[in-house]
């Protein structure tokens, strides 16, 4: 079967402030539940030195694993590339352009929070993964 086009893919960029917690497992489900029918960025408008630990595990207890992943700041370009901009908690760090659609989660952030904490955040960002990809896959 041919790969998909990328310029015909639909295109997603998760944004939070570290770009360590709620858009890294947001690109994780995206990216586990579309495979390649969707193309997932992910991004930090003030970016962490490594993803969070407990946020790693909480992902590994659904069996994805981000374990490799690093922090990514966040680029006018990234914005751009992107079709969807799904922003959280990164307030006016993003950049708009028109023509691209916004979305903001509201959601807590994980950072210094424990696994018990952690679980909720995950399995809300996993329910609003699943939406969008109805919407736009």
């Known amino acids: 079967m041919p790969e998909p086009d990328a310029s015909a893919r639909p295109s997603v960029l ?25 193309q997932v960025r992910s991004a930090g408008s003030a ?3 490594t993803v ?8 590994s207890e659904v069996g994805i694993d981000i374990s490799a992943e690093i922090p990514k700041v966040l680029t006018t370009q990234a914005v751009q590339a992107s079709d969807v901009v799904i922003t959280m908690g990164c307030g006016d760090a993003c950049p708009v352009f028109p023509g691209k659609r916004y979305l903001d989660w509201q959601l807590s952030d994980p950072a210094g929070r424990g696994l018990d904490a952690i ?4 399995d809300q960002i ?12």
């Open 52 to 59: 969070n630990p407990e946020v790693v595990q909480a992902m």
């Open 47 to 49: 970016p962490a030195e």
């Open 119 to 122: 679980r909720p955040i995950r």
């Open 126 to 137: 996993e329910r609003r993964v699943r939406r969008l990809i109805d919407e736009i896959a």
């Open 14 to 38: 998760f944004v939070c402030v570290h770009n360590a917690g709620r858009s890294q497992m947001a690109a994780a489900f995206l990216t586990h539940r579309a495979g390649d029918r969707i």
